[in-house]
């Protein structure tokens, strides 16, 4: 019904910046809530940000906070993660999601339906 094609990700060193982008395809787009996930080698899959499907609120994971921005435009079917600040262990396999859900549903408890296929953020020291 959804897919999900990730890009933007590469190699940055600590304190750039990068923007990665998540092109949706499927019907609609502005009813699915939207994350931003990522996973490390060895480690859990964690949540980074989330979005409703207007838009109109945000919430990112505390070790982000202030640094990055999760947007999307519902006319481009595209969601977007403006990462500052980078950090050695922002270094991830990042992957955008999409989750059909209730509009009272805390959006870092989400589960998501459809999944990308993730793109590698390296960060450097």
């Known amino acids: 019904q959804v897919q999900l094609v990730e890009s933007g990700g590469g190699l940055v060193q600590a304190g750039g910046s990068l923007r990665l982008s998540c092109a949706a395809s499927?019907?609609?787009?502005?009813?699915?809530?939207m994350g931003w996930l990522r996973q490390a080698p060895g480690k859990e899959r964690e949540f980074v940000a989330a979005i409703r499907g207007s838009g109109g609120s945000t919430n990112c994971a505390d070790f982000v906070k202030g640094r990055f921005t999760i947007s999307r435009d519902n006319a481009k079917n595209t969601v977007y993660l403006q990462m500052s600040s980078l950090k050695p262990e922002d270094t991830a396999v990042y992957y955008c999601?999409?989750?059909?859900?209730?509009?009272?549903?805390?959006?870092?408890?989400?589960?998501?339906?459809?999944w990308g296929q993730g793109t590698q953020v390296t960060v450097s020291s």
């Open positions: 499927g019907r609609f787009f502005n009813s699915y809530a």
């Open positions: 999601a999409a989750s059909w859900t209730r509009a009272t549903m805390p959006l870092n408890t989400l589960r998501y339906d459809y």
